[in-house]
């Protein structure tokens, strides 16, 4: 029969409370959240130094490890591993995706998701199209850490962590919180603030709470210059517009010599143009922001076009010009549908054509 409650979902208290109902010693607790949280384990019998006795007990009382399968791991030409994990819960489909670094051999960024779906409905995002099914709890969230770790190869490291996959991750914003605090937990993963990017769609709120919760480094998908334009793009502006958002992220408490991240995605005739770039330069004057430049990452008979390299690079010098540090993010996974803008479960019918694409970084 399978188990009814997870431990990936217990946090450390949640754990220790487990052991002491089953009247274990209290040592247990350390011994059962590092084989949980630290050695990603699959299944009880994998916890060798754990009593027969106290496996046995978990399992009367219906608790499983609760990790989600490896569903499929499909590679792309340029690197990009695109994971698709079945979450034990209700066998719904999430994708992360482990990125190659530029300047690293063997360095990787993880793309996490934070929900199943999402509800922002960005006009851009195939994953917007979708709706929002669920939001993932701290242990799905996690789990993706854990389970692409354990999909590297020898020489191989995820180096940063960016919640930038399905869903806004601060629509899920107590479950991601609670995720970042098992991440960085010394007992547990052992990752750190200082490589974690929360990403949002402008949710002012919750930023500020964001800074008030966790010292991690924020990312603004901006992607418009003007309010009209942006409500059209991005549903969430009629809330909160680009006014608020830019003063939410001045308040944000970002540690020193850090920057915060403005995306953009470039749709070709509708928001890359000289008077977008010099509106964007005025609207970011005086914060300490990067701003990464996408190339929309089509999808199906998307309603947008991928701009030519021309009109991006473009774009990039006006900014660089007005002293902004832009980077032209370099589009990877596209043929595996795991870049940007790209992921979700879909059907072949929308597996993604590709078209040609810029081969290098413009730093």
């Not at 106290?54 to 690197?79: I, M, N, T």
């Not at 549903?235 to 944000?252: Q, S």
Request: net charge neutral; charged share 25%.
């Amino acid at each position: 029969m399978p188990s009814s409650k997870h431990l990936v979902d217990l946090d450390r208290a949640g754990v220790e409370a487990l052991v002491r109902a089953l009247k274990q010693p209290s040592y247990r607790a350390a011994q059962l959240y590092q084989w949980i949280f630290k050695h990603g384990a699959r299944d009880l019998d994998e916890m060798t130094n754990l009593p027969k006795a106290l496996r046995a007990a978990l399992r009367d009382e219906g608790w499983g490890v609760g990790r989600a399968r490896v569903e499929r791991v499909v590679e792309s030409v340029d690197g990009t591993r695109k994971l698709a994990l079945r979450l034990a819960q209700d066998g719904a489909v999430v994708e992360a995706v482990l990125l190659p670094m530029e300047k690293e051999r063997g360095r990787y960024a993880l793309c996490v998701s934070s929900q199943v779906g999402c509800a922002m409905a960005c006009a851009f995002c195939y994953t917007g199209t979708l709706g929002l099914a669920r939001h993932l709890s701290p242990g799905e969230i996690v789990d993706q850490l854990i389970l692409a770790r354990a999909e590297l190869r020898e020489g191989e490291r995820v180096g940063n962590v960016i919640f930038m996959g399905m869903g806004e991750p601060l629509h899920n914003f107590d479950n991601v919180v609670c995720a970042i605090e098992r991440m960085v937990d010394p007992e547990g993963v052992d990752f750190t603030h200082r490589k974690i990017t929360v990403s949002t769609s402008g949710l002012v709120p919750k930023i500020d709470a964001l800074g008030a919760a966790a010292p991690v480094n924020i990312a603004l998908s901006l992607n418009a210059t003007t309010d009209e334009q942006r409500d059209w793009l991005m549903p969430v502006n009629r809330k909160w517009p680009i006014r608020e958002v830019l003063a939410a992220l001045r308040r944000y408490p970002l540690p020193p010599r850090r920057k915060m991240t403005i995306e953009y995605v470039l749709l070709g005739g509708v928001n890359d143009t000289d008077e977008d770039a010099h509106r964007l330069a005025r609207l970011l004057r005086g914060m300490p922001v990067r701003v990464n430049l996408i190339p929309w990452n089509p999808f199906g008979e998307g309603q947008f076009k991928r701009p030519d390299e021309a009109r991006v690079l473009a774009f990039q010098q006006i900014l660089k010009a007005k002293g902004l540090m832009t980077l032209l993010r370099v589009t990877r996974g596209l043929d595996i549908d795991a870049a940007c803008g790209q992921l979700g479960e879909r059907p072949q019918a929308l597996q993604t054509e590709i078209p040609g694409e810029m081969e290098e970084e413009h730093g």
